[in-house]
């Protein structure tokens, strides 16, 4: 769940059946809804639990675990959009440097060069989510 202009936004993530990236499902929910789900007590949602059910969890089953904040600063960089995220989440703190951009192979000539530059190693990292739930083991 996120705040986006002072509403409740809840968003189930799954990997895109169509190739790379992430299929993303967003429900507005009330106030109150929000209220019940970040106490633990989770309601049937009307886009997101039909697809739950089809990856065989119940909404019933979810908990919450706690907050993540991110800030995110962005910029447009040679016809792309670079992204700095600032993570903070259960006492640790965390960036992570990505780039957007509508042809993959063009992003990763871009980012792959912009690394170079500045001499940064490119590494596979768990998503920020992935890291945020590490953090409650």
Not at 11 to 31: A, V
Not at 98 to 124: C, H
């Amino acid at each position: 769940m996120r705040v986006k202009q002072n509403q409740y936004q809840l968003t189930l993530k799954q990997p895109n059946p169509s190739g790379s990236g992430l299929l993303e499902t967003h429900q507005w929910l009330s106030e109150k809804e929000a209220g019940l789900w970040l106490s633990g007590k989770m309601t049937h949602v009307n886009e997101i639990t039909p697809l739950l059910e089809k990856l065989s969890v119940h909404w019933k089953e979810l908990r919450y675990g706690g907050k993540l904040q991110t800030t995110r600063k962005e910029t447009n960089y040679q016809e792309t959009i670079l992204v700095l995220d600032h993570s903070v989440y259960n006492g640790k703190e965390d960036f992570e440097l990505e780039l957007e951009a509508t042809d993959e192979q063009y992003g990763n000539q871009v980012f792959t060069e912009l690394l170079d530059a500045f001499q940064i190693e490119k590494r596979e990292t768990p998503s920020k989510i992935e890291r945020f739930y590490h953090t409650l083991e």
